[in-house]
Every structure is written in C-alpha cells, then in structure tokens.
C-alpha cells in the first residue's frame, strides 16, 4: 500500500507541475508513515510540509493542491487534510486481503526488497583476539553483527561478512609465553605462574597436547627462564614488566623458530575453536582476515608511506606519529614505537586501507561500546589515506551481563574466570542466545536474565513466538485428524469472510512485514524485525483464543486457514532470518 501511494502523490505532483501549479527544480523522497491513532488513516504523508518553501507557498495550501490532484483508487476510500499539512489516507480495508494472496505467491521470499541492489557492503564483527574461547559479552556483537548482515542481504545489498584475527601483537605473545610456561609445568617444573598470564583451563589443554605431541622438545629448566627477571606484582614488582621479560625470555631460549612453532599451536587451537563455536550459534563468514598478514605482506608499511606522502606523519622522541588531531582526532597517535614495532593502530589503519582498495560502497564494524574513543582516529586514517570516511559505519554493542541469582558473573580472559558462549549456548539453547541478544538497541546495556531464557511460559519471548508458528502446525495436523480438505483457492475467494476485528488485526500487522524488514535492515536495528514478530505473535495467539478455525463453514474455514498459513510464513521469514529454528511440536 506504500508503493501505491506513492505512486498516487507522484502522479499529483506530477499533475501540479505540468499544471503550473507547482513550481520545483527537485522533488525529495517521499515519505509515507503509517498513522499512529485510526482516527488519522491509516498512512500519512508531511510532503507538503518538505516542499513548501522550496515551492513558496504555504504547506497547507500545497496540501490541499496535492489532494485535490491525487487520482482515485478502489484502494483508497478516503483522504484528508490535517494539522499544517499533513495528508492522510484511509484505506478499504478489502485491499488488505491481498496481503495473504501476496504471501502464498512469494512465501520465502516475501518481504525481500532490492533498495540495496548494486551496494556492496563489508560488515566485520566479533574480531575478538584469539587468546581464548569467546564468552557471553562476544555473543551479544556475534548475534548482533551476523543478524545485521543477514537482514541486509535481505534488502538487496552484496554483503560480505569478515572476522578479523589480530594472530599478531602482544597479546598473542603473552598467550604464546602463558601456553609454554603451562608446558614447562607438564615437563615437571614448579614455579609461581605469572599474574598477567592467560590462566584458562584451555591453555592448560593447549600446552598438554604440545607435550604430549613434542614431548621435551621444547623444554628449559626454570631457573633458566626467571634469571634476571623482574619481579611480579605479588612480589611487590610490576607485572607488565615481569610479563615482557618472560616474553623475551621465551623467544632467547627457545629461539624463533621454536617460539613459533609454540605460537601457532596455541592460535590455530584457539581459532578452530572459535570458528566452531560461531558456526554453532549460527555465524559464518566468507572470510578471516589475517593482522600479521598485513605486517607480512608489506600492507602495513604500504600505508604508512601513503599517509607519510600526504605529509601525515612525523618523528618525535625516537617513534612516528600519525597527525590524527589536524583530522578531528583528540590528540595525534604513534603508529611506529621506538623499538620499531608497529602499533595496533598501524595494523588498523592498513587494514581499513585495505577494505577500501577492495571497493566496498559501505564498511560497516560492529564494536564493543568500549571502543567509542577509536573511532575518530580511525576516520582521520581513513580521510588521511584520501578516501571519504562517511563510507565507514560504527556500530556499537554494549557487552551483555551475566547474573547468576544476585551474583555477577566476571569474565575475564586473562584470569580464566568467565563463562563461555558456549556454556551459554548449552544452557539456553541457540535459538533463546540469539534472540535475547538482538532484542534490544545494541547500545543499549543488557542483562541476561538466565531463567527467563529457559522458561517455557509466554513471558519467555522467543518461546512466545515460536509457539505462535507451533500452533499454526498444530492447527493444521488437526485439520487432517478431523478430516477436513483444504482448499487453498475456495479460501481465496472467500477472504472478505475475515471481517472479525482480530482478524484485521492481524491482516494488518501482516501487510507491516516489508516495512519492518527494510527498516531495520536499513537502520541496523535487528530488534525493530524482532518487536514486529512479537506483535504478529501476540495477534495470532489473540485471534487463536477467540475463534475456531477448524468450522464445518468450508469457506470461512479456509479463508481462516489460509490467513494462519501466511502467519505461519512470515513468522518462518523473520526466525529464518534471525536465524531461529520454527519448531512444529512444543
């Protein structure tokens, strides 16, 4: 009916133009809302308010022009002028039968749209380090990301999804260090592990299967490995020190090749578990995108020297900073440290440099709340390196909190004292995970609320709305039990028999379904598709408590059935795209 509308004021305007009644060089999008309160139609436009000055006239005057040339439709019984301006259109409420014939044609496929044919757009979420399993607050960015990607893939865009693995950097070396002390220990050696060590039970597993496959290979006694070492923090001494020397200490004694070859086992473990675990809730990507392959390939000096061309960078005190506070940044940045290491940073503006050489219209990155400061360095990268950073989309994700009873649940990596995603997952099951994840604002802060992810009640709202498509499957198993013959067509013919108030209603909240789908593809608001299934499933399991399907009047009887199979389809839709299960039995 928005199409059609549309259609309606652009023939008005149209009309107003060739009439010389309206004068404009460029007509703006039209935008059409659905109306709030009955008594105002059911759709509304403020276009004359939008092209009132540019027309120099007054709104309501413009309005009232655009009403009288609006053509008549059998769609539109009434439509009127209200406030300043604002036009509203009253719909006969038999157009809204279409809305089932419309379902049934296109079924998988209704609510698909085209509005973003020809864009390509990159969507790169999660990205947690690989130093350890993926906790409860990585599913929130994991659920939220994937589900962004998938709804605009719905609305027609070319959408690549991307994990980027920082393999490269500090943490990987206290992880690869964490790992081979664990080691040491299975090789029978004592010792105090060191406080900013990665203490999970999986580095304990990682640093087994070494000894176990390599034997003493890569054994030094630990008098060795803590000569000359500074002290810890529970010794009085400063652990990030104490942490570096080790590192140090491990790449002396081992040599690097043996580091390395540490290193990897400890990456490549933890990644396949990681791929795994995302595969498990429903994540996939077409790509992993390697940080050390940006040091590797020469992409990271690559860009730098763009940026240094640009007159971008300098040296001060032994190191080279990037000038980001003459791009909107708060201060300027070290991409290049004194040691000659390059900094996250560096690695940061290559890769985004990269994304762009690869032609991406849009570059969307889903990040945890906490990395809001990072974004206007990395927009001064992205201006720096000649390229508009209005291409770059931030999206934010607060991380998700656990609560056990009254007990707050810490997670913490580095100590090991977290629960897993996929402790979540075994306990709530995917579908509750993913739901819970995406049913709020991703800025917005979340607690999650354990016993109501488990519950079977229709306070549980995944629960809710799987159980309106269950009984949907339901109501059709009892169509054979009772020996009834459905007759799909005999119900198409028969559809103005719908004139209960529950069932416009519902016909109503079906035509709503492409609207919600753009709308939260194109705002990135994945709990705008789940509040509108929510609703589908409150008029349904209303309409189910009210009336019986299944009566001896074959027309009405099928009209019926034929309106709780489109529910049953848009309910499948939506799931499908959250990537929830439509259970038949519950």
């Known amino acids: 009916m928005k199409q059609t509308i549309e259609t309606l004021i652009l023939q008005a305007v149209d009309t107003l133009k060739a009439n010389g009644d309206l004068d404009i060089n460029t007509l703006p999008a039209v935008t059409i809302e659905r109306s709030r309160d009955a008594q105002h139609g059911d759709f509304a436009t403020n276009l004359a308010l939008i092209l009132a000055k540019a027309a120099k006239t007054n709104p309501r005057q413009l309005a009232e022009k655009i009403l009288a040339a609006l053509p008549a439709h059998n769609a539109v019984t009434k439509v009127e002028l209200a406030g300043p301006g604002f036009i509203n259109f009253f719909?006969?409420?038999?157009?809204?039968?279409?809305?089932?014939n419309t379902i049934h044609e296109q079924g998988r496929d209704f609510g698909l749209s085209t509005v973003g044919s020809g864009k390509k757009v990159q969507v790169e979420f999660v990205s947690a380090n690989p130093t350890g399993p993926l906790h409860v607050g990585?599913?929130?960015?994991a659920a939220y990301g994937s589900v962004v990607a998938d709804l605009l893939q719905a609305a027609g865009f070319e959408v690549e999804r991307e994990y980027y693995v920082n393999d490269a950097g500090r943490q990987m070396d206290i992880l690869a260090t964490s790992v081979w002390l664990r080691y040491l220990e299975e090789c029978g050696e004592v010792f105090v592990f060191p406080s900013n060590g990665y203490r999970g039970d999986y580095v304990r597993d990682i640093a087994a299967k070494i000894h176990k496959n390599s034997a003493n290979a890569y054994h030094q006694p630990i008098a060795a490995v803590l000569d000359n070492i500074p002290a810890d923090e529970p010794q009085g001494g400063d652990k990030e020190l104490h942490i570096d020397a080790l590192i140090a200490k491990a790449k002396i004694?081992?040599?690097?090749e043996n580091y390395r070859a540490v290193f990897q086992v400890g990456l490549h473990d933890i990644l396949e578990d990681i791929k795994a675990d995302l595969s498990e809730f429903g994540v996939n990507y077409q790509h992993w995108f390697s940080e050390q392959q940006l040091v590797d390939d020469g992409s990271v000096e690559k860009a730098l020297n763009r940026l240094r061309d640009g007159g971008h960078l300098y040296e001060k005190d032994g190191a080279t900073w990037f000038a980001s506070s003459e791009l909107g940044d708060e201060k300027d940045r070290v991409v290049v440290r004194e040691n000659g290491q390059y900094t996250y940073f560096a690695s940061d503006i290559a890769y985004h440099h990269h994304k762009l050489e690869r032609g991406f219209d849009q570059l969307i990155n889903v990040w945890g709340a906490d990395h809001h400061g990072y974004i206007p360095r990395v927009r001064a990268a992205i201006r720096a390196l000649g390229a508009d950073d209005n291409k770059l989309k931030v999206l934010l994700v607060q991380f998700a909190?656990?609560?056990?009873?009254?007990?707050k649940v810490q997670m913490s990596t580095r100590s090991g004292e977290f629960v897993t995603l996929r402790q979540l997952r075994n306990e709530v099951g995917k579908d509750a995970a993913r739901f819970f994840y995406a049913m709020r604002r991703s800025e917005q802060h979340m607690d999650f609320d354990l016993k109501l992810a488990t519950s079977k009640t229709n306070e549980n709202p995944v629960f809710y709305v799987q159980y309106a498509y269950a009984r949907v499957c339901s109501v059709l198993r009892q169509l054979d039990e009772k020996g009834f013959q459905r007759n799909v067509q005999l119900g198409m013919d028969n559809?103005?028999?719908?004139?209960?108030?529950?069932?416009?209603?519902?016909?109503?909240?079906?035509?709503?379904?492409?609207?919600?789908?753009e709308k939260a593809a194109l705002q990135h608001e994945p709990h705008l598709l789940i509040n509108y299934l929510r609703d589908v499933a409150h008029e349904f399991h209303t309409y189910y408590n009210a009336h019986q399907f299944l009566v001896e009047d074959a027309p009405l009887r099928d009209a019926r059935l034929n309106l709780v199979c489109a529910v049953k389809?848009?309910?499948?839709?939506?799931?499908?795209?959250?990537?929830?299960?439509t259970p038949e039995t519950m």
């Open 91 to 100: 719909i006969n409420p038999a157009a809204q039968y279409a809305i089932i």
């Open 495 to 517: 559809l103005t028999l719908l004139s209960a108030e529950h069932e416009i209603a519902l016909l109503g909240t079906l035509a709503r379904y492409a609207e919600a789908l």
């Open 138 to 141: 990585h599913g929130r960015g």
């Open 569 to 581: 389809q848009v309910l499948a839709n939506g799931l499908g795209l959250l990537n929830i299960t």
């Open 401 to 407: 909190t656990l609560y056990r009873g009254e007990e």
């Open 253 to 256: 004694l081992l040599g690097l």
